[in-house]
């Protein structure tokens, strides 16, 4: 299972909330921001690690976290060359500890409700990346955090990883999108006793439950999520990444509509993609037995 060492990547960091900056192989990420964005190269051309790096404060959904995330979203979102993104954390034993409530205690009640808007909307931000999106959860992942990561189309988990929507137990309700998107991932009856119940479940019953696709026993790195977030998306990504994109557009716009009215959708996609000479050389390189060289054209 060959995972990329982080430390020898170039690293570019969000503008503004991460400043742009290239590290040295040796260099740690430490003070990096909270957002660490890296373009991977070689025979991986196309894979997007997407790294939470915030270690005081948990990967807390904090203020510079998400304006650190809405511009690599933003940066994501038009760049045509990123066929797959891997969200990780770069802390260990942590993906995201939910809202940062330390922050939270000191708003007003509009802040408050201005805030989970701003929330509720980089989330959606995510879910909305037009090529397939991948969260590799190695640690806790609860609240904000679990919103998160299903906001991405594929869940990896490892067997250590604690997964829930524990707002009600503090005095709060899942307000960026997991009242929504809990019960999509999972039985509807599931979703309210996880949210009612505020319960923490490990990798292994998320993956009983069909929370996230894959559990993975940890492994002495604390990175087999991510090991296994990196196979699947190196199957993503010798595909046709025009492809890829109107594939998951026509599953996300089709899922919301009537059977009849999903055909519509899925016809839409469909005759975006034939003029590409992605789809020519699909069909090429199937006449050929050859492998396909697809440029995303």
Do not use: W
Not at 59 to 68: T, Y
Not at 141 to 148: D, I, Q
Not at 195 to 218: C, M, W, Y
């Amino acid at each position: 299972m060959l995972i990329p060492r982080l430390t020898k990547l170039n690293l570019l960091l969000i503008p503004r909330s991460a400043r742009l900056l290239a590290t040295q192989a040796d260099q740690q990420t430490d003070n990096a921001g909270p957002v660490v964005f890296q373009k991977l190269t070689g025979p991986d051309k196309g894979i997007v690690l997407y790294g939470l790096n915030s270690n005081k404060d948990r990967n807390s959904l904090s203020f510079s976290m998400i304006e650190a995330m809405r511009e690599v979203n933003q940066i994501i979102r038009e760049d045509r060359k990123i066929s797959v993104v891997i969200l990780h954390s770069m802390i260990p034993k942590i993906f995201c500890a939910g809202a940062n409530l330390k922050e939270r205690f000191k708003m007003t009640n509009d802040e408050v409700s201005k805030f989970v808007r701003i929330l509720r909307t980089t989330l959606t931000e995510m879910e909305e990346l037009p090529m397939p999106t991948i969260a590799a959860l190695e640690g806790v992942a609860v609240g904000g955090g679990l919103e998160l990561a299903l906001a991405c189309d594929i869940r990896i988990a490892s067997e250590t990883a604690r997964l829930g929507l524990v707002e009600t137990s503090r005095g709060l309700i899942p307000g960026a999108g997991g009242t929504q998107r809990l019960p999509r991932a999972v039985n509807l009856n599931i979703a309210k006793e996880l949210i009612f119940t505020s319960r923490i479940i490990s990798g292994k019953e998320a993956k009983e439950l069909d929370l996230v696709n894959h559990v993975v026993p940890q492994n002495s790195n604390n990175n087999a999520a991510l090991g296994k977030a990196m196979e699947i998306a190196r199957e993503i990504n010798i595909n046709a990444p025009i492809a890829l994109r109107c594939a998951k557009q026509a599953i996300n716009e089709g899922i919301q509509l009537s059977i009849k009215d999903g055909y519509e959708v899925e016809q839409k996609c469909y005759e975006i993609n034939i003029p590409t000479k992605d789809r020519q050389e699909g069909m090429i390189s199937f006449l050929e037995k050859r492998k396909p060289v697809y440029e995303g054209k």
